[in-house]
């Protein structure tokens, strides 16, 4: 475990490091390719996939996030597999049955994958959090591979909605459909609204890999607005340190 947990509103909050490593051929492109107008070099943008782990004061856990997964993971085309979310886990002292809650902010490969191992739940004590858009836009191997094994344990909300005790979704779309981020306090755990840190200069920077270029632009400015405004705390899906006080 690289990174130290830290407690915000009574619950403590651990970043959990599933892979370090760039984006494969599959879907690799130059930096201003990637991120048009926002005048990046092109250098190896090497990637950190966290997941966080949230343990409340009456010693609840929520996961968000599952990671990349294993070798035969569907975003073994492009990331760095197998995954060492269940390692950290277990370096935080976890099982995946004591977890009860699972936030999956969407379902792109490297955030979602996680979920499933031996062809069923990883986490077969939990409810798995997703939005109703989410899970109406799921399709290929994502829905064969992830939704459909885990269907008898989803939490489907629509909107922002209060998950495990002070523990938060709101939704957030415009990267997917669905896209939803999660809060504790003043912290905000934001899956892919922001992908790099050029991004928090200039919201209206866009990212390839965006669904909706502009739903996700104006997502981005609302929310980081906002989270601004309060001083809150980011816990990034990929940027290099997990926590980032705004």
């Not at 399709?139 to 939490?155: C, E, N, P, S, T």
Request: with cysteine; aromatic share 4%; proline share 7%.
């Amino acid at each position: 475990m690289p990174h130290q947990p830290i407690t915000v509103s009574g619950v403590e909050v651990t970043p959990l490091c599933d892979a370090v490593g760039p984006m494969g051929a599959a879907i690799r492109r130059p930096l201003d390719e990637m991120f048009p107008g926002s005048g990046l070099q092109d250098e190896p943008w090497v990637l950190h996939f966290h997941c966080y782990l949230l343990r409340d004061a009456a010693g609840r856990l929520t996961l968000v996030d599952t990671g990349i997964g294993g070798h035969d993971s569907p975003a073994s085309s492009w990331a760095p597999v197998p995954g060492t979310l269940a390692g950290e886990l277990a370096a935080a002292g976890v099982t995946p049955a004591e977890i009860s809650t699972v936030i999956l902010t969407h379902l792109h490969s490297d955030h979602a994958s996680g979920a499933v191992t031996d062809g069923g739940p990883a986490f077969e004590n939990a409810r798995y959090v997703l939005q109703q858009d989410e899970l109406d836009a799921a399709k290929g191997a994502m829905l064969d591979q992830v939704v459909a094994r885990i269907k008898d344990r989803l939490h489907v909300v629509d909107g922002d909605a209060e998950v495990a005790p002070g523990i938060h979704v709101h939704s957030a779309p415009g990267h997917t459909p669905g896209h939803q981020i999660a809060r504790t306090g003043d912290l905000a755990m934001t899956g892919d609204l922001v992908l790099h840190p050029v991004q928090l200069a200039d919201p209206s920077i866009r990212y390839l890999y965006d669904d909706d270029h502009e739903a996700a632009g104006r997502t981005r400015a609302e929310v980081l607005g906002g989270l601004r405004a309060e001083r809150a705390i980011l816990a990034t899906a990929h940027f290099s340190e997990p926590f980032l006080r705004l």
